[in-house]
């Protein structure tokens, strides 16, 4: 081999070396820095050595309910620290109004707690802060979930938060004026009812006896929600952020109709004002929304009116949809701080999420007298549920349903949460200022801004 | 053995006379920071709090059955040193909405310990006087003791006052919200609780107690 031999084949080695550094620069680049899929690594493991500290937010649950929440949590975080001294939990009872803006502030500081109780049912937050937990857990471990709650969680493929509680979308019926007309309760229970069947028997109401009523809460959109649930048609929101109105004009359809009959008291916008009186004095057939926490006031309230014959109906559903029962679910959802603590921290995070969860599983769905979503609870749940056979057997009919409730979109996009806050207002305007369905149709279509692909 | 025996007696005495005077400088020497005072109008006693531990008891005497003292959680707003009005020393005025109530010395100091007064506090003059100097306008007073049923007639709103507003302020404190000092005034905290209460109960927001919150916490409205 010459001079120029050497030359070259030093040039070679030298290429050689220049194309394996910029690969394996390239490929730390696009591994470590480009990727914009937040992972953990499967083997990172809390260390025994280090303190983690946790903070955790939640909501004084118990409000009209007997017991102590705050004594549980306390308790429990004793219970988890005797097994892990390492990880400290500092917890933080938010106020209901306030609740969701603090986390909205925390998550724009890029500060949010590391664990959240989504009680009013939000599912996905912020895909950048939000840990998905299938990255936490396995698969075995997720099958531990109602299937329906968990599936509630997935969005994309990742399940963004720990199933926790299921409420049975219910509505509250004196069983002594419903059993006036021609609906058979035994069937309703087993197989839910319809649309059709509900207009039908809100009618047999008030025509046998003017004084017999329905009551909506005008002010309360839940029912909104509710019946958009159980009506027919895509998501209201599409994947690409297109406003589909098919579930919407077929809901204000169904209460435009009853609007317009003898089926509410007057004056209708008002009607809400007379909830709890007209029920309790035997007047309103069905009342509805009803939140949980409504639901357990009416329940001790059941035993002093005894002419008044409680019970729950599922939420009727359009007759085009297959599903019988709704459900919404909630469970406690993960974030990681905008300068990451590290997957050991996430997994601390995790341990002591995954133990408060199965915890709160059993004692809220006792207290709040709904569902748990964590399966290997159910025995117990039966068991020691406070609740009438009847209501036990009722709720238990939910725990079969494998529907959940959204149906505007499972992605919190900026037209999702504008189309929400719109609805609720327009609900409103509906009852007070008697607008037709074409009208807020119009007016939604008229203000609702483009996506914004967020 | 006798000796030892007057020895330890004495020590003992000696002891007790320590503490005391002690105690006495100690609280000679009590800021009104973080002073609360509960009266407790079923044992007739009046007893002061520093930073939520009990440092002194008064004997007192409260309403007589016909005219209670106030039941709730109320704040002194007046002090005045030369109050007399031939009734006493000394007069700490509270925010009682619906009449003239506070703490005051007594020329009947036969009543204390009794449920002697129109429903005032009394105090012995002497007592009085040490009290005065511990507490200041803004120190909490809390008085339990016996009432009468209170009549609840009128759906309650923001600004008003009254007793009907304070049992339903103990009726949201029972429910778990925070409506603030139970003083019988719809002021900022209650109306904070009531606007969570409508929220976790689906009800309008309009921060009135009506039928729909009467029977949610078991209150019954008589028309009146």
């Given amino acids: ?454 | 053995m006798k000796d030892d025996i007057v020895v330890v007696i004495f020590l003992i005495l000696l002891s007790v006379v320590v503490v005391e005077n002690a105690v006495v400088i100690n609280l000679k020497n009590l800021d009104s920071e973080n002073v609360s005072l509960v009266v407790n109008a079923y044992q007739k006693q009046l007893k002061v709090f520093k930073n939520n531990k009990l440092v002194h008891t008064f004997p007192v005497a409260v309403g007589k059955t016909s005219t209670k003292s106030p039941v709730g959680e109320w704040a002194i707003v007046h002090k005045d040193a030369h109050w007399g009005g031939g009734f006493g020393e000394r007069w700490m005025g509270l925010n009682v909405p619906w009449g003239k109530y506070g703490i005051h010395g007594t020329n009947k100091p036969h009543s204390i310990g009794t449920a002697a007064s129109h429903g005032c506090i009394r105090m012995f003059n002497r007592d009085v006087k040490k009290l005065y100097q511990w507490v200041e306008v803004g120190t909490r007073v809390k008085i339990i003791g016996p009432r009468d049923p209170i009549k609840i007639s009128r759906f309650l709103k923001p600004k008003q006052s009254g007793q009907d507003v304070l049992l339903l302020q103990e009726k949201l404190r029972e429910n778990g919200f925070n409506p603030g000092y139970t003083d019988g005034m719809y002021g900022g905290s209650t109306q904070e609780a009531m606007r969570e209460f409508k929220y976790i109960y689906g009800l309008k927001d309009d921060l009135v107690a009506n039928e729909n919150v009467f029977y949610i916490l078991n209150l019954t409205k008589k028309d009146g």
């Fill in chain 1, 1 to 454: 081999m010459g001079i120029n031999g050497i030359k070259k084949y030093l040039i070679f080695l030298v290429l050689l070396i220049i194309i394996a550094i910029s690969s394996a620069g390239l490929n730390y680049y696009f591994n470590y820095y480009q990727k914009d899929e937040f992972i953990i690594d499967k083997e990172a493991k809390i260390d025994p050595n280090k303190q983690y500290n946790i903070a955790y937010w939640d909501y004084p649950l118990l409000w009209g309910i007997e017991g102590d929440y705050k004594s549980f949590l306390e308790d429990k975080i004793v219970e988890f620290q005797q097994k892990y001294p390492n990880i400290n939990i500092s917890y933080k009872l938010l106020s209901p109004i306030e609740g969701s803006s603090a986390l909205q502030t925390s998550l724009e500081n890029g500060q949010p707690p590391d664990i959240y109780n989504s009680i009013w049912g939000k599912k996905l937050f912020n895909s950048k802060l939000q840990i998905p937990i299938n990255l936490l857990t396995s698969e075995e471990e997720v099958k531990k979930y109602h299937v329906s709650a968990s599936k509630s969680f997935y969005v994309e493929g990742k399940l963004w938060g720990l199933p926790q509680l299921i409420f049975p979308q219910l509505w509250v019926v004196n069983k002594e004026i419903l059993e006036k007309s021609s609906l058979d309760l035994d069937v309703v229970y087993e197989q839910g009812w319809s649309w059709k069947q509900f207009i039908k028997v809100a009618h047999q109401l008030s025509n046998s006896n003017p004084q017999h009523y329905i009551i909506f809460i005008p002010d309360n959109e839940e029912l909104l929600f509710q019946l958009l649930a159980a009506a027919s048609g895509p998501r209201m929101i599409s994947e690409d952020g297109q406003f589909n109105s098919e579930r919407l004009v077929n809901t204000l359809q169904l209460l435009a109709e009853l609007r317009e009959s003898n089926v509410f008291p007057a004056p209708k916008e008002k009607m809400g004002q007379k909830l709890l009186s007209h029920f309790w004095q035997g007047k309103a057939g069905v009342i509805a929304p009803v939140t949980p926490w409504l639901l357990n006031s009416l329940y001790q309230q059941d035993k002093r009116y005894s002419k008044v014959s409680l019970t729950l109906l599922p939420v009727p559903v359009n007759e085009a949809l297959d599903k019988k029962f709704l459900i919404k679910t909630t469970g406690l959802i993960l974030f990681r701080h905008q300068d990451y603590q590290g997957d050991d921290h996430s997994k601390a995070v995790y341990k002591f999420a995954e133990f408060i969860n199965h915890q709160q599983s059993l004692y809220l769905a006792k207290k709040l007298k709904v569902l748990p979503a964590y399966m290997p609870c159910y025995a117990k749940w039966e068991e020691e549920v406070a609740v009438s056979d009847n209501i036990k057997k009722t709720l238990l009919n939910y725990s079969q349903s494998t529907n959940d409730s959204e149906s505007l979109s499972k992605r919190n996009s900026s037209v999702t949460v504008q189309l929400k806050e719109m609805l609720g207002q327009e609900y409103q305007n509906f009852w007070e200022k008697e607008l037709s369905p074409q009208q807020v149709i119009d007016e939604i279509n008229e203000n609702l801004l483009p996506n914004d692909n967020d």
